[in-house]
Protein backbone atom coordinates (compact mmCIF):
# COMPACT_ATOMS: atom_id res chain seq x y z
CA UNK A 1 0.00 0.00 0.00
CA UNK A 2 1.14 3.62 -0.99
CA UNK A 3 2.15 6.21 2.01
CA UNK A 4 -1.23 7.84 2.95
CA UNK A 5 0.10 11.22 2.67
CA UNK A 6 3.26 12.90 0.72
CA UNK A 7 4.17 16.46 1.93
CA UNK A 8 6.93 18.53 -0.90
CA UNK A 9 8.45 21.08 1.71
CA UNK A 10 11.04 23.59 1.15
CA UNK A 11 13.91 23.13 3.74
CA UNK A 12 16.37 25.78 2.91
CA UNK A 13 16.02 28.76 0.33
CA UNK A 14 19.74 29.66 -1.35
CA UNK A 15 20.50 32.62 -3.08
CA UNK A 16 24.02 32.18 -4.94
CA UNK A 17 26.36 34.95 -5.66
CA UNK A 18 26.27 33.97 -9.45
CA UNK A 19 22.43 33.93 -9.58
CA UNK A 20 22.15 35.49 -12.96
CA UNK A 21 23.73 32.36 -14.41
CA UNK A 22 21.59 29.66 -12.98
CA UNK A 23 18.30 30.55 -15.07
CA UNK A 24 18.38 31.19 -18.44
CA UNK A 25 18.17 34.57 -19.80
CA UNK A 26 15.27 34.72 -21.45
CA UNK A 27 13.61 33.91 -17.39
CA UNK A 28 15.90 35.52 -15.45
CA UNK A 29 12.88 38.41 -14.38
CA UNK A 30 11.25 35.59 -12.90
CA UNK A 31 14.03 33.88 -10.94
CA UNK A 32 13.56 33.67 -6.90
CA UNK A 33 16.51 31.34 -6.11
CA UNK A 34 17.23 28.06 -5.22
CA UNK A 35 15.14 25.65 -2.49
CA UNK A 36 16.13 22.43 -1.08
CA UNK A 37 12.96 20.09 -1.99
CA UNK A 38 12.23 17.56 0.37
CA UNK A 39 9.55 15.16 1.00
CA UNK A 40 7.86 14.05 4.26
CA UNK A 41 5.92 10.99 3.91
CA UNK A 42 2.95 9.98 6.84
CA UNK A 43 3.16 5.97 7.12
CA UNK A 44 0.93 3.72 9.38
CA UNK A 45 4.57 3.35 11.41
CA UNK A 46 5.33 6.96 11.19
CA UNK A 47 6.46 9.99 10.08
CA UNK A 48 9.17 9.12 6.86
CA UNK A 49 11.57 12.99 6.05
CA UNK A 50 13.47 11.96 2.40
CA UNK A 51 16.46 14.94 3.31
CA UNK A 52 16.11 17.45 6.08
CA UNK A 53 17.54 21.05 4.63
CA UNK A 54 19.11 22.68 6.86
CA UNK A 55 18.54 22.74 10.35
CA UNK A 56 18.13 24.61 13.87
CA UNK A 57 21.61 24.83 14.82
CA UNK A 58 22.59 26.14 11.27
CA UNK A 59 19.75 28.22 11.39
CA UNK A 60 21.64 30.01 14.41
CA UNK A 61 25.44 28.66 13.44
CA UNK A 62 26.22 30.38 10.89
CA UNK A 63 29.30 30.33 8.55
CA UNK A 64 31.32 28.20 11.56
CA UNK A 65 28.47 25.69 11.04
CA UNK A 66 27.92 25.88 7.52
CA UNK A 67 31.32 25.92 6.12
CA UNK A 68 32.79 29.56 4.60
CA UNK A 69 32.55 28.45 1.21
CA UNK A 70 28.60 27.48 1.22
CA UNK A 71 28.39 30.53 3.58
CA UNK A 72 29.57 32.87 1.08
CA UNK A 73 28.87 31.08 -2.58
CA UNK A 74 25.36 29.76 -1.44
CA UNK A 75 24.13 32.47 0.35
CA UNK A 76 21.24 30.29 2.32
CA UNK A 77 18.54 32.17 4.05
CA UNK A 78 18.54 30.63 7.34
CA UNK A 79 14.95 30.96 7.65
CA UNK A 80 13.66 29.42 11.19
CA UNK A 81 10.59 28.64 9.77
CA UNK A 82 11.73 26.93 6.76
CA UNK A 83 13.33 23.97 8.99
CA UNK A 84 11.78 20.25 8.89
CA UNK A 85 11.58 20.75 12.23
CA UNK A 86 9.32 23.53 12.18
CA UNK A 87 7.41 23.05 9.27
CA UNK A 88 6.28 19.08 10.58
CA UNK A 89 5.74 21.12 13.99
CA UNK A 90 3.14 23.74 12.22
CA UNK A 91 1.61 20.61 10.64
CA UNK A 92 1.02 19.23 14.33
CA UNK A 93 3.28 16.57 13.94
CA UNK A 94 5.75 16.17 16.82
CA UNK A 95 9.81 15.58 16.45
CA UNK A 96 9.83 12.12 17.70
CA UNK A 97 6.91 11.30 15.03
CA UNK A 98 9.97 11.35 12.54
CA UNK A 99 10.95 7.59 13.09
CA UNK A 100 13.28 7.88 10.01
CA UNK A 101 15.26 9.61 7.43
CA UNK A 102 16.35 8.91 4.28
CA UNK A 103 19.16 10.68 2.41
CA UNK A 104 20.12 11.33 -1.01
CA UNK A 105 23.55 12.56 0.19
CA UNK A 106 25.21 13.97 3.37
CA UNK A 107 26.03 17.19 1.59
CA UNK A 108 25.98 20.59 4.41
CA UNK A 109 22.05 21.72 2.62
CA UNK A 110 20.88 18.20 2.63
CA UNK A 111 21.98 16.91 6.15
CA UNK A 112 21.36 19.61 8.67
CA UNK A 113 18.32 18.79 10.13
CA UNK A 114 19.77 15.10 11.70
CA UNK A 115 20.27 16.70 15.07
CA UNK A 116 16.52 17.70 15.52
CA UNK A 117 15.33 14.11 14.63
CA UNK A 118 17.68 12.64 17.44
CA UNK A 119 15.39 9.47 17.87
CA UNK A 120 15.23 9.03 13.89
CA UNK A 121 17.24 6.03 12.26
CA UNK A 122 19.10 7.84 9.52
CA UNK A 123 19.16 5.51 5.98
CA UNK A 124 21.98 6.19 3.55
CA UNK A 125 24.54 4.39 1.39
CA UNK A 126 27.81 3.02 3.08
CA UNK A 127 29.97 4.74 0.65
CA UNK A 128 28.24 8.24 1.41
CA UNK A 129 28.63 7.47 5.07
CA UNK A 130 31.85 6.60 4.57
CA UNK A 131 32.72 9.68 2.20
CA UNK A 132 31.54 11.89 4.78
CA UNK A 133 33.52 10.23 8.40
CA UNK A 134 36.97 10.62 5.95
CA UNK A 135 36.46 13.43 3.40
CA UNK A 136 39.46 12.46 1.93
CA UNK A 137 39.39 14.12 -1.82
CA UNK A 138 39.49 18.00 -1.79
CA UNK A 139 36.04 18.20 -2.86
CA UNK A 140 34.73 16.37 0.57
CA UNK A 141 36.45 18.31 2.96
CA UNK A 142 33.85 21.50 2.73
CA UNK A 143 30.67 19.81 1.86
CA UNK A 144 30.46 18.03 4.40
CA UNK A 145 30.01 19.02 8.03
CA UNK A 146 30.47 16.91 11.07
CA UNK A 147 28.94 18.84 13.48
CA UNK A 148 25.28 17.93 11.84
CA UNK A 149 26.01 14.37 12.88
CA UNK A 150 27.52 14.57 16.19
CA UNK A 151 24.48 13.78 17.82
CA UNK A 152 25.51 9.99 16.77
CA UNK A 153 22.81 9.10 14.40
CA UNK A 154 21.74 5.51 14.54
CA UNK A 155 22.70 4.64 10.94
CA UNK A 156 21.26 2.23 8.55
CA UNK A 157 23.83 1.88 6.06
CA UNK A 158 23.47 0.04 2.84
CA UNK A 159 25.74 -1.48 -0.23
CA UNK A 160 24.67 -1.05 -3.85
CA UNK A 161 22.94 -4.13 -4.22
CA UNK A 162 19.33 -5.30 -4.56
CA UNK A 163 16.82 -5.62 -8.06
CA UNK A 164 16.35 -4.06 -11.09
CA UNK A 165 13.59 -1.11 -11.23
CA UNK A 166 12.71 1.33 -14.29
CA UNK A 167 16.29 1.01 -15.39
CA UNK A 168 18.26 1.26 -12.55
CA UNK A 169 20.78 -1.22 -10.85
CA UNK A 170 20.71 -2.69 -7.36
CA UNK A 171 17.36 -0.98 -6.22
CA UNK A 172 16.71 -1.92 -2.50
CA UNK A 173 13.71 -1.44 -0.14
CA UNK A 174 14.89 -0.24 3.24
CA UNK A 175 15.08 -1.73 7.07
CA UNK A 176 11.53 -1.08 8.74
CA UNK A 177 10.61 0.41 6.14
CA UNK A 178 7.53 -0.04 3.70
CA UNK A 179 8.76 -1.43 0.75
CA UNK A 180 7.24 1.56 -1.29
CA UNK A 181 10.09 3.07 -0.20
CA UNK A 182 12.95 2.95 -2.47
CA UNK A 183 16.81 3.72 -2.25
CA UNK A 184 18.21 3.70 -5.84
CA UNK A 185 22.43 4.52 -5.76
CA UNK A 186 23.16 7.22 -8.25
CA UNK A 187 26.92 8.16 -7.51
CA UNK A 188 28.61 10.83 -9.61
CA UNK A 189 27.49 14.37 -7.24
CA UNK A 190 29.38 12.28 -4.38
CA UNK A 191 30.50 9.14 -3.81
CA UNK A 192 27.25 7.54 -2.21
CA UNK A 193 24.85 10.02 -3.89
CA UNK A 194 21.53 8.25 -4.42
CA UNK A 195 17.77 8.95 -5.78
CA UNK A 196 14.71 7.97 -3.39
CA UNK A 197 11.59 6.44 -5.15
CA UNK A 198 8.37 6.51 -2.86
CA UNK A 199 4.83 4.90 -4.43
CA UNK A 200 2.35 7.78 -4.56
CA UNK A 201 -1.30 6.52 -6.35
CA UNK A 202 -0.68 4.01 -9.31
CA UNK A 203 2.58 6.00 -9.50
CA UNK A 204 5.53 7.04 -8.54
CA UNK A 205 8.02 10.11 -6.84
CA UNK A 206 11.65 9.93 -7.54
CA UNK A 207 13.60 12.37 -6.14
CA UNK A 208 16.76 12.73 -7.96
CA UNK A 209 18.63 14.21 -5.11
CA UNK A 210 21.55 16.95 -7.05
CA UNK A 211 21.80 14.38 -9.72
CA UNK A 212 20.58 17.33 -11.71
CA UNK A 213 19.75 20.61 -11.22
CA UNK A 214 17.39 22.77 -13.33
CA UNK A 215 13.91 20.96 -15.08
CA UNK A 216 14.91 21.66 -18.69
CA UNK A 217 17.90 18.92 -18.34
CA UNK A 218 14.93 16.54 -18.25
CA UNK A 219 13.02 17.96 -21.33
CA UNK A 220 12.94 16.47 -24.70
CA UNK A 221 15.57 18.99 -25.82
CA UNK A 222 17.67 18.82 -22.55
CA UNK A 223 19.39 22.18 -21.67
CA UNK A 224 20.84 23.56 -18.47
CA UNK A 225 21.59 27.29 -17.61
CA UNK A 226 25.54 27.88 -18.03
CA UNK A 227 25.73 28.15 -14.13
CA UNK A 228 24.27 25.12 -13.15
CA UNK A 229 26.09 23.48 -15.90
CA UNK A 230 29.76 24.45 -14.58
CA UNK A 231 28.54 24.22 -10.97
CA UNK A 232 27.51 20.01 -11.65
CA UNK A 233 30.43 19.56 -13.18
CA UNK A 234 32.93 21.47 -10.54
CA UNK A 235 31.00 19.29 -7.31
CA UNK A 236 30.71 15.93 -8.93
CA UNK A 237 32.90 13.63 -7.67
CA UNK A 238 32.77 11.85 -11.01
CA UNK A 239 31.76 14.08 -13.53
CA UNK A 240 31.67 10.88 -16.12
CA UNK A 241 29.28 9.28 -14.51
CA UNK A 242 26.95 12.04 -13.18
CA UNK A 243 26.28 12.97 -16.32
CA UNK A 244 25.34 9.31 -17.42
CA UNK A 245 22.87 9.36 -14.95
CA UNK A 246 21.26 12.27 -16.05
CA UNK A 247 21.05 10.39 -19.32
CA UNK A 248 19.16 7.41 -17.90
CA UNK A 249 16.85 10.04 -15.51
CA UNK A 250 15.77 12.08 -18.61
CA UNK A 251 14.41 8.35 -20.78
CA UNK A 252 12.45 8.14 -17.05
CA UNK A 253 11.37 11.37 -17.19
CA UNK A 254 9.64 10.80 -20.22
CA UNK A 255 9.23 7.55 -20.48
CA UNK A 256 5.39 6.52 -20.23
CA UNK A 257 5.57 4.67 -16.76
CA UNK A 258 3.88 6.82 -14.49
CA UNK A 259 7.18 8.12 -12.39
CA UNK A 260 7.34 12.38 -11.63
CA UNK A 261 11.02 12.70 -11.08
CA UNK A 262 12.37 15.91 -9.74
CA UNK A 263 15.74 17.05 -8.38
CA UNK A 264 16.57 18.87 -5.08
CA UNK A 265 16.84 22.45 -5.47
CA UNK A 266 14.87 23.74 -8.51
CA UNK A 267 11.85 25.69 -7.19
CA UNK A 268 9.80 25.28 -10.12
CA UNK A 269 9.31 21.63 -9.88
CA UNK A 270 8.73 22.08 -6.16
CA UNK A 271 5.81 24.64 -6.96
CA UNK A 272 4.46 22.32 -9.07
CA UNK A 273 4.32 19.45 -6.74
CA UNK A 274 2.89 21.28 -4.20
CA UNK A 275 0.19 22.67 -6.47
CA UNK A 276 -0.63 18.48 -6.85
CA UNK A 277 -0.17 17.61 -3.34
Not at 90 to 110: E, K, P, Q, W
Not at 140 to 154: F, G, K, L, N, T
Not at 209 to 227: E, I, K, L
Not at 231 to 241: H, K, R
Request: aromatic share 6%; glycine share 8%.
Amino acid sequence: MAAARIHHLNCASMHPQAGFTLEHPSRSSSYRGLVCHCLLIETEGGLVLVDTGLGLADVSGGPARLGRMFWHVVRPALAEHETARRQIEHLGFDADDVRHIVLTHLDVDHAGGLGDFPRARVHVLAAEHEAAQTRRHFKERDRYRPAQWAHAPDWALYAPEGERWQGFESVRALVDLPPEILLIPLAGHTRGHAAIAVAQGDGWLLHAGDAYFHRDQMSTRPCCPVGLRLFQAAMALDNSQRRANVVRLQELALGDNGVQVFCSHDAVELARAQAQQ
